[in-house]
């Protein structure tokens, strides 16, 4: 059985979303599946919440969308990361180490 | 997605919201489906694959809902952003439109300037003589000048302004009329005295006058109560303009001393700027009317009925409507005429606006504002349907460039828009050359039609800004409205077609039917100043009975100076020596009335007892003269001889009388030798 999903904390889903997206332009299944993937599932995010934040983030000019077409030739809205996507990234990124680190140093080494 | 959405979207336009609302519930349905073929894919059957995957996305409703709002407000900033990029571009655009088309643009731009100008003008005047009171007189309704109205038998109702001093002193008394009732009287006279003597404008007033009218003194104060005793101290009081001009600025000129006609006044305080008193004269000073009444009225002049002089204006009591306080005062009026015997038993009062142009039986200036006002509007209208014109010529000239746009996607309205901008930066162009003509005739007509107002200086102010950007909005939209519309039912197809004729018949209808109208008010407005001219020549042509291309006529102020009649004859005698002497005088006469200055009218008797019934026109007027009256003015003696040396003090009494008056005292008969009576009343000047 595996063990209980851990909750993101807040504006966490964020920074994992614009990562995804440094590898390339992909829509919200994709980005949905390759977290799942990559965090073994550890983290439950509800899609919804996923395509909230998406959204909320295009509205920001973090991402750019657009509508193309798949392998199976489905309409599908993809989403790419800006330069100021890139530069939020790498502003939460460096709070995120800042973050962790200063944990760490309380929790001391396990 | 229709072709037109699909090209929306292609050049970025912002989406509407059915299409929003059709991508959220694609990206979802997506989403939904995938998930759904992984966890077939995975065994699971295709009901409880369903259900996962919904479960797994959360409340899909309430996802969806949020991403729809996301959407819009993200299409409608889009649209904000473009209809101020659209206004930016309209502006570019039309910019570089008009640089081309310079001789277009000056024509409309003068045309509409000309419209434009002459009716701010006309605002100003109307707003100055028509909607206001004179200035800084504070007008919270209940203030009323006085008119005096009277039916004649001949020439039917006639409207004065001025009252005698006791009829006056019984107004103030009318009950239930009047909280508080000032009078004045403007006249001119001299200041200083000998070469530095000069004419100014003042105002004999009561004390009461400059705070009924709700004014305050800018500097130092104005006249109190006791001054209406008898003998008071000559105080005055001056305009603003005149202690700028003469007494070196309002604060300096407190305490100086201004001898007029023999009395020495000090300034005791300065009214604010722009006040000239109740009615739109030019004013320099107040002064206390027991000061120097006396002095060109007669020392009686508290007690003279036969003198109207005084014009009125009253604070009518709380609650008392101008109707009232006229019934009122006319029930007084008359009472006190009865009493004494004056014509005023038939006179009514009229408690008239504060504001003189609205006169009763209307002040010239009020009547040339109104007419000048709907000429300039007519003016207007035929410069607005001008410009109508060129501009539908213009564009029917542009149709395929506009079914260009069309074609291209662009809407009806936005092609509107973009033309209602360049016509609305053409009427920009001409609002600010608008300003300048509004400027330059406001001036004309100052010095033309509207003499004897005293205008304050103001120029170009905030209010006639105002109004002139209404009208540039107003025009543009008239001239524009109807070009614009019509480029906007461009048909397309028939345009892009090359070799097209040049306009249906439904645009060449709109053509002429604005020619048309332009082509009405034109003859309107022609008519309008050919009756104009015609009348003025007419008038200038009149026979007025004496020559007077080369008379001057000269009133001396002697009012302050003369001790006796027999000084002020002597006076008088010295001056037409004086005058005779200067090169180039022909000849020189005294005369008490001059034509259309002043009138004397006496009562006049014939045969028996019987006073002569009023004439048409008034009268009849009587004028007492020295010997080369008739020689100077040019007036023929038609029948016997003119007055010479041997007619003077003691000789028999001789007169000579018009030939209108011939005919009415003795019709049929030669005039010659006849006889008449005349009354006397109490003469208002030194001489018997």
Redesign the interface.
């Known amino acids: 059985m595996p063990r209980d999903p851990l909750d993101l904390l807040q504006g966490t889903l964020d920074v994992l979303i614009l990562k995804t997206l440094t590898w390339g332009p992909k829509h919200g299944y994709a980005v949905a599946q390759w977290l799942r993937e990559t965090t073994s599932d550890e983290f439950s995010v509800e899609d919804g919440a996923l395509y909230t934040a998406l959204h909320r983030m295009e509205h920001r000019r973090w991402l750019a969308a657009e509508w193309g077409v798949n392998e199976e030739n489905r309409r599908v809205k993809l989403y790419t990361l800006t330069a100021d996507g890139r530069k939020e990234l790498r502003a939460r990124t460096a709070l995120w180490s800042r973050y962790v680190s200063a944990v760490q140093r309380v929790l001391g080494p396990a | 997605m229709t072709p037109a959405d699909r090209l929306r979207?292609l050049v970025r336009l912002p989406a509407r919201a059915h299409t929003i609302r059709a991508?959220v519930d694609?990206?979802?349905a997506?989403?939904l489906e995938?998930?759904e073929r992984e966890l077939v894919a995975r065994g699971m059957s295709a009901v409880d694959a369903a259900r996962e995957a919904r479960r797994?996305?959360?409340?899909?409703e309430?996802?969806r809902h949020?991403?729809g709002l996301?959407?819009q407000?993200?299409a409608s900033a889009q649209r904000w952003g473009q209809w101020w990029k659209g206004v930016v571009h309209d502006m570019a655009r039309s910019t570089r439109t008009l640089r081309r088309e310079p001789s277009f643009v000056a024509v409309v731009a003068i045309t509409l300037a000309l419209g434009m100008g002459a009716n701010a003008t006309m605002f100003r005047v109307v707003d100055r003589l028509l909607l206001r009171p004179a200035p800084h007189v504070r007008d919270d309704g209940s203030l009323s000048l006085l008119y005096f109205q009277r039916e004649t038998t001949e020439f039917g109702r006639v409207t004065s302004s001025s009252q005698s001093y006791p009829a006056f002193d019984r107004l103030r008394d009318t009950r239930g009329a009047f909280a508080d009732v000032a009078g004045w009287w403007a006249t001119d006279a001299s200041l200083g005295a000998g070469a530095d003597a000069r004419r100014v404008h003042i105002n004999f007033v009561t004390p009461n006058f400059l705070p009924l009218l709700g004014v305050s003194a800018y500097r130092g104060r104005f006249f109190t109560a006791e001054e209406w005793e008898v003998q008071p101290v000559p105080t005055a009081v001056v305009t603003h303009a005149f202690a700028e001009r003469e007494l070196g600025g309002a604060a300096a000129a407190i305490g100086t001393v201004l001898p007029i006609e023999g009395t020495t006044y000090t300034v005791i305080g300065v009214s604010p700027p722009g006040f000239v008193g109740a009615v739109m004269r030019e004013s320099e000073i107040f002064l206390p009317m027991a000061t120097g009444v006396g002095g060109s009225i007669g020392k009686e002049w508290r007690s003279n009925l036969n003198v109207r002089w005084l014009r009125i204006v009253a604070r009518r009591a709380h609650g008392v409507s101008s109707a009232q306080a006229g019934a009122a005062a006319s029930m007084a009026l008359q009472h006190f005429g009865r009493s004494n015997k004056k014509s005023d038993s038939l006179a009514t009062v009229i408690a008239g606006s504060i504001i003189p142009a609205r006169a009763p039986d209307g002040a010239p200036q009020g009547r040339i504002a109104l007419w000048l006002g709907a000429v300039s509007i007519l003016l207007l209208l035929v410069a607005c349907a001008n410009v109508a014109n060129l501009l539908l010529a213009r564009t029917l000239r542009r149709r395929r460039e506009i079914a260009v746009h069309l074609a291209l996607g662009v809407s009806g309205g936005r092609v509107t828009r973009a033309l209602i901008a360049e016509t609305l930066m053409l009427g920009v162009i001409a609002g600010t050359l608008a300003l300048g003509v509004a400027l330059w005739s406001d001036a004309l007509l100052r010095k033309t039609l509207l003499r004897n107002v005293a205008w304050d200086s103001g120029q170009v102010d905030l209010r006639l800004s105002l109004f002139v950007a209404a009208l540039v909005v107003v025009v543009s939209v008239i001239a524009g409205l109807v070009p614009a519309i019509v480029a906007a039912r461009t048909p397309v197809m028939d345009a892009l077609k090359s070799g097209i004729r040049d306009g249906g018949s439904r645009r060449t209808g709109i053509r002429y039917a604005l020619i048309i109208v332009q082509g009405t008010l034109s003859v309107v407005l022609l008519v309008g100043a050919g009756l104009f001219v015609h009348s003025f020549s007419r008038a200038r042509s009149l026979d007025l009975g004496f020559a007077p291309d080369g008379l001057i006529f000269v009133q001396p102020q002697l009012g302050g100076i003369a001790n006796s009649a027999q000084d002020f004859d002597q006076r008088m005698e010295r001056i037409e020596a004086r005058l005779r002497s200067l090169p180039g005088v022909l000849g020189v006469t005294q005369s008490v009335t001059t034509p259309f200055e002043s009138q004397w009218d006496k009562g006049i008797m014939v045969s028996g007892d019987q006073l002569l019934p009023p004439l048409k026109g008034g009268g009849p007027y009587v004028n007492a003269v020295s010997n080369d009256y008739f020689t100077v003015m040019g007036s023929p003696v038609l029948k016997g001889r003119a007055f010479t040396n041997g007619d003077a003090n003691g000789s028999p009494r001789v007169a000579v009388v018009t030939e209108t008056m011939a005919r009415v005292l003795w019709p049929g008969k030669n005039a010659l030798g006849e006889c008449f009576r005349c009354l006397l009343y109490t003469s208002p000047s030194p001489r018997d």
């Open positions: 979207r991508d694609a990206e979802i997506f989403h995938t998930t797994r996305f959360g409340n899909v309430e996802v949020m991403l996301l959407g407000t993200e």
